[in-house]
């Protein structure tokens, strides 16, 4: 019996503690015991009981967890619209700076120095393109591209583009190759293949008619418009005013491929397609006039010179893209079974990484080594026949790997990382593809009205001619009235072949021609310029203006 009494005095005493201890917690006042009629024990001895338990628990336990601390209340703050902006924009100058001071310290002094230095001014052309195309972009709801070939006819007429450095020019003719190469390769892996068997004659009617319409046009309104502008200058002027761009087309006709427009009869497909195999038959007749121009080589090699382009880059894009299907090899199912998931997720991101490298790396080499070897027309389609083969091959390999290992693990298709990877480059490298394309607009270049108005009259001839040509090679392919319209929008803008092929014309005129060649080479570029000015803006805002309104959604 006394065991139990006891007992009972522990339990309420510790009862007794715990009680006290959540008066004080919570504020409340507990009037003080005298004396406990459990077991008689005296008030000192209470109080030193009272300690114990004290000491167990931290009277900080409270609970408070409706009263944010100081640290989450900041971290909350911070995650709000206007602070978050800021920080961005603070993440970005920081950025700027630290890049320009990592220049500065590693770089020759006379590389950065403002004005004139040339690594400098490639810094300022990137940094400002870059940052008027963001401008462009959420100010006005205009392509970025406009804002970025601004940026650069500004540097360049205010004296702060100055590259002299003959490794500096060839690292900015390096980067817009580069760019030229990984929006062919974006096209080639968002072409879809059963659509583009059903369009192959339509493909080949789009691409090759209307260029050749245009740049006959182009030639006569040159020829007649312009004074002492012969016909072989004429068919030159022509064939670069001819090309598209599918720097300006293919990400516009994507971005509407991703929203589902175009997708029902292969709207995007047939235009992508047909951007490369049309810049081809500019670039090659181009090579053929201009060998005939300054009369270097074999006039006979240079007329079949473009065939051999375009048998040289087929082929090679086949091969090419043939072999990345197999190599590197995708993961296999049973070899998944056998490994934890954080291990086949790590060689699922290797065999992406190495799939992008060797597809980027096999892209820009195909263009850069063909223009070495003398078929600068061959490189732009085996980029874009070889990404489209890959990327074919890649999704029926999954495919089929899902129907013979119904325990493989597939979390994706494995083409959309290699894609994701290439849209982060695009992204990269546009600023500096529009902006040094800015960069050929000399204002001393178009000092009277009088060759501006000539350029734009030769340019509208052949663009008229242009849409007329394009609408009769489409139509009895399958498509209505609205997506005709659209394809002659999207056949508009211009911008990559003519700020590459322009200069060169420039270039062999004053190494190889007369005086006479050298002023019909100036209004070529001055005229090729203007076509940008005009039809590249007005054809990327046509695209994604016109585009939602004029294509059915497949999705609906």
Request: charged share 15%; net charge neutral; with cysteine.
């Amino acid at each position: 019996m006394s065991n139990n009494k006891e007992k009972i005095s522990i339990i309420n005493k510790y009862d007794s503690d715990i009680l006290n201890y959540g008066s004080l917690a919570t504020g409340e006042q507990r009037p003080q015991e005298m004396g406990d009629e459990n077991n008689g024990s005296s008030t000192a001895a209470q109080a030193q009981l009272r300690l114990q338990p004290r000491k167990q628990y931290n009277v900080r336990i409270v609970d408070h967890s409706d009263r944010p601390s100081r640290w989450s209340s900041l971290l909350s703050w911070s995650d709000n619209r206007w602070p978050a902006t800021s920080a961005d924009a603070i993440a970005v100058v920081l950025s700027v700076v630290v890049a320009w001071c990592l220049l500065r310290v590693n770089v020759a002094p006379a590389l950065m120095a403002v004005p004139g230095g040339s690594v400098a001014s490639i810094f300022m052309l990137y940094v400002a393109g870059l940052a008027a195309g963001c401008v462009v972009d959420v100010v006005g709801g205009l392509p970025p591209l406009l804002g970025m070939m601004v940026a650069g006819i500004a540097l360049q007429n205010v004296g702060l583009y100055t590259v002299t450095a003959n490794w500096c020019v060839n690292l900015v003719a390096i980067m817009r190759e580069a760019a030229l190469s990984v929006i062919l390769i974006k096209g080639g892996l968002e072409m879809n293949a059963a659509q583009l068997r059903r369009l192959s004659g339509a493909v080949t009617r789009l691409a090759l008619l209307p260029c050749v319409a245009e740049a006959a046009a182009a030639a006569v309104a040159a020829h007649y418009i312009l004074p002492n502008f012969s016909w072989e200058w004429g068919l030159m002027l022509g064939f670069v005013l001819s090309a598209v761009s599918p720097a300006v087309l293919v990400p516009n006709l994507l971005r509407l491929k991703h929203m589902g427009y175009g997708e029902k009869n292969g709207v995007n497909t047939l235009v992508i397609a047909a951007s490369s195999l049309d810049d081809i038959v500019s670039i090659s007749a181009f090579g053929v006039l201009s060998g005939i121009v300054f009369s270097t080589g074999n006039l006979t090699s240079k007329i079949v010179q473009g065939p051999e382009d375009v048998c040289i880059g087929t082929a090679l894009g086949l091969v090419w893209g043939f072999l990345l299907i197999f190599v590197p090899p995708p993961i296999v199912g049973k070899c998944i079974l056998h490994q934890p998931k954080w291990c086949h997720e790590k060689t699922d991101q290797s065999v992406t990484a190495t799939r992008a490298f060797l597809l980027g790396a096999g892209g820009i080499l195909a263009v850069t080594g063909s223009q070495w070897y003398g078929y600068p027309g061959a490189g732009p389609l085996a980029c874009i026949i070889s990404s489209f083969v890959a990327g074919t091959g890649w999704k029926w390999r999954e495919e089929k790997q899902n129907c013979d290992s119904p325990t493989t693990v597939s979390t994706h298709d494995e083409a959309s990382p290699v894609e994701a990877i290439f849209e982060c480059i695009w992204f990269g490298l546009q600023p500096i593809l529009f902006a040094s394309i800015g960069t050929e607009v000399k204002f001393e270049l178009l000092r009277g009205g009088d060759i501006i108005i000539a350029g734009l009259l030769v340019l509208v001839a052949g663009l008229i001619v242009r849409l007329i040509v394009t609408s009769c090679a489409v139509w009895g392919a399958g498509f209505n009235i609205k997506e005709v319209t659209f394809i002659n929008i999207a056949w508009l803008p211009k911008a990559t072949v003519q700020a590459a092929l322009a200069p060169v014309a420039l270039d062999m005129a004053r190494m190889m021609g007369t005086e006479e060649d050298k002023e019909s080479a100036s209004r070529l570029l001055t005229i090729a310029v203007i076509s940008i000015l005009v039809t590249a803006p007005i054809g990327a805002f046509g695209i994604q203006w016109f585009g939602p309104r004029l294509l059915s959604n497949a999705g609906r």
